[in-house]
């Protein structure tokens, strides 16, 4: 499998330049709802892609590097989504959905986990400790986006 980084992180649709111009159906809105996601992923290009692509649509963002300070900074900051990745040195992805869910302050974040997994396992663990949603890097732009929108109860950017 080919290692993404921020150059392939997001899949593309089409090489065709013009296609790629014309990919968007509508223009974006402005996101005004003040909506804030977490996003919490050791890879700092992953984080980097995420906040760019996140902050050009409207919302606002924040970061952690592991799972116990996501699971931290969900307390802190009591984000509106929290994107999850799974594998992350010290406290997991699973460990620390967990730990969110487990909170009284914090169970009621919605959490999509965003992992470099495409195997079932993978999805099925995700949901039992509490995941809303699934996503699997290299990610599809626009199932990113709805998968987001959906999980927050958005009208389509």
Do not use: C, Y
């Not at 919490?40 to 290009?45: I, L």
């Not at 699971?71 to 984000?79: E, I, R, T």
């Not at 992350?88 to 997994?117: D, W, Y």
């Not at 732009?141 to 959906?150: A, D, K, V, W, Y």
């Amino acid at each position: 499998m080919k290692r993404f980084t921020l150059k392939n992180l997001f899949k593309r649709v089409s090489s065709n330049p013009t296609q790629q111009k014309e990919r968007r159906q509508k223009e974006r809105s402005e996101n005004n709802n003040d909506q804030t996601i977490l996003i919490v992923d050791d890879s700092r290009t992953v984080v980097a892609a995420f906040t760019k692509v996140l902050t050009q649509a409207g919302f606002k963002t924040i970061s952690a590097s592991n799972g116990a300070e996501g699971v931290a900074a969900a307390k802190q900051h009591l984000p509106n989504l929290i994107l999850m990745d799974i594998v992350m040195p010290g406290l997991n992805g699973f460990q620390a959905t967990r730990q969110i869910r487990k909170n009284e302050s914090t169970s009621h974040i919605p959490i999509i986990i965003v992992s470099g997994e495409q195997q079932a396992t993978e999805q099925f663990w995700g949901k039992r400790v509490g995941a809303n949603a699934f996503l699997t890097k290299p990610v599809d732009r626009s199932q990113f986006f709805g998968t987001i929108l959906e999980t927050l109860k958005l009208e389509t950017v």
